[in-house]
């Protein structure tokens, strides 16, 4: 008996620092994701003048890059449920780098609408596949793996802008093309990744046939599905009117210059990835309905207080704003993949796809309104958004339900 003993090796803990590694990693493929994707809105001032656009038109550039990212995302995450395609990561990567190509030589708007396609679609593939990967890394932890993997993508939109300002903005459209090492990085990243998860594919339907469904009624899981649609447009109206045009109004109310603004802009989106991280974990422990509740609807003081404060004041009040709501969205996302188990798929790309939507049909209209009115006016009026959080109060604790 001893000997068995001595011959029996002991289990080194592989398995979640693999799991661990995995997770950074696609964090920071989505960082280099997201910074190339944010480079689009960092250098609207820049195609505005260049190409004389109007506020209408920058706002279609954003529809149609939420709106192909939108359509496309739940269709490639319900597919991928069926029949998961590991290497589509690098495919949707690649499709990115095209499109930032595209937009660094375009010499027409309609080149610009092209572009901003491509890069929609390749967002479309990603998003999905990659959720994906972090739940089958989570080892059970599946708010943390969301956060984890959100606050990537969160401080990718946070360092677009500031790099667009340090090297497009002074030096012109053409150096966008610098963002392309950045998706190689990303490549090489992904590469990687989708070996590791080919090699693990066995494990999502076992996870997902393991799932403990909440005993809820399909009618109740319809009405909590309709709460969180509701929760994800009054969070991504309030959002985009930030990421796209919170250096316009600083301009147009404070009188800062474009490279100016694109400071406060980074303050605000890094604020947003700082808070990111922290709704997975917490979710895990208090409950996402907490969570959810917490973000959407404590934003609204600080929302109805921007419009009539100084400078100083609103660069503090949208970093408060920033944290609080940015938590929301990891929550939100795997309240639903427990609320239908075993769709992890279908659940990313449809509410990776209804953020992508919102925002892109927000932009628009934002856009056009500011047009008729001003950009003072469009942040006065989204300020009661945030108000919307009181529909939380309608979710059933998923997590009380599964216990019971």
């Known amino acids: 008996m001893d000997r068995t003993a001595t011959a029996m090796p002991t289990t080194p803990p592989t398995a979640e620092q693999t799991a661990m590694n995995v997770l950074l990693a696609l964090s920071i493929?989505?960082?280099?994701?997201?910074?190339?994707?944010?480079?689009?809105?960092?250098v609207y001032p820049l195609l505005k003048t260049s190409f004389a656009l109007t506020f209408t038109q920058i706002g279609l550039i954003t529809l149609v890059y939420q709106g192909t990212a939108s359509i496309l995302q739940p269709l490639v995450g319900s597919y991928t449920d069926r029949r998961p395609l590991p290497y589509s990561l690098v495919l949707g990567m690649s499709l990115t780098l095209v499109g930032l190509a595209l937009i660094a030589f375009a010499w027409s708007y309609a080149v610009i609408l092209v572009s901003a396609a491509l890069i929609g679609t390749g967002s479309a593939i990603f998003h999905p596949e990659a959720s994906r990967l972090a739940r089958l890394a989570s080892g059970g932890k599946h708010g943390l793996a969301q956060s984890l993997f959100?606050?990537?993508?969160n401080l990718g939109t946070s360092l677009g802008p500031l790099l667009a300002a340090a090297i497009v903005m002074p030096r012109g459209q053409i150096h966008i093309l610098w963002f392309g090492v950045l998706a190689v990085v990303a490549l090489a990243i992904l590469a990687r990744l989708s070996a590791w998860y080919r090699r693990h594919l066995t494990r999502p339907a076992r996870a997902a046939s393991a799932a403990v469904k909440a005993r809820l009624s399909r009618r109740q899981?319809?009405?909590?599905?309709?709460?969180?649609?509701?929760?994800l447009f009054s969070k991504y109206i309030y959002l985009v009117t930030f990421t796209n045009y919170y250096t316009f109004y600083l301009i147009d109310r404070f009188g800062l210059t474009a490279a100016g603004s694109q400071i406060y802009l980074f303050l605000f989106l890094f604020a947003v990835a700082a808070g990111t991280i922290i709704g997975g974990p917490v979710g895990d422990r208090v409950g996402r309905k907490r969570v959810i509740w917490a973000s959407i609807l404590g934003v609204a003081p600080f929302a109805l207080v921007i419009p009539h404060v100084g400078l100083a004041a609103t660069a503090v009040l949208t970093v408060i704003i920033g944290v609080i709501l940015a938590s929301a969205f990891s929550a939100m996302l795997v309240y639903a993949?427990?609320?239908?188990?075993?769709?992890?798929g279908m659940i990313a790309g449809l509410f990776f796809g209804l953020a992508f939507g919102i925002a892109g049909i927000g932009s628009a209209?934002?856009?056009?309104?500011?047009?008729?009115?001003?950009?003072?006016?469009?942040?006065?009026i989204v300020s009661f958004f945030p108000l919307i959080g009181l529909l939380a109060g309608l979710l059933p604790d998923v997590?009380?339900?599964?216990r019971a």
């Open 29 to 42: 493929s989505h960082m280099l994701n997201d910074i190339i994707q944010a480079v689009v809105p960092s």
């Open 399 to 402: 997590e009380v339900t599964r």
């Open 365 to 380: 209209l934002l856009g056009m309104l500011a047009d008729h009115t001003s950009i003072q006016q469009v942040f006065f």
């Open 221 to 231: 899981i319809g009405g909590a599905m309709a709460v969180l649609v509701a929760l």
């Open 337 to 344: 993949q427990e609320l239908v188990p075993g769709k992890v």
């Open 150 to 153: 959100q606050v990537g993508g």
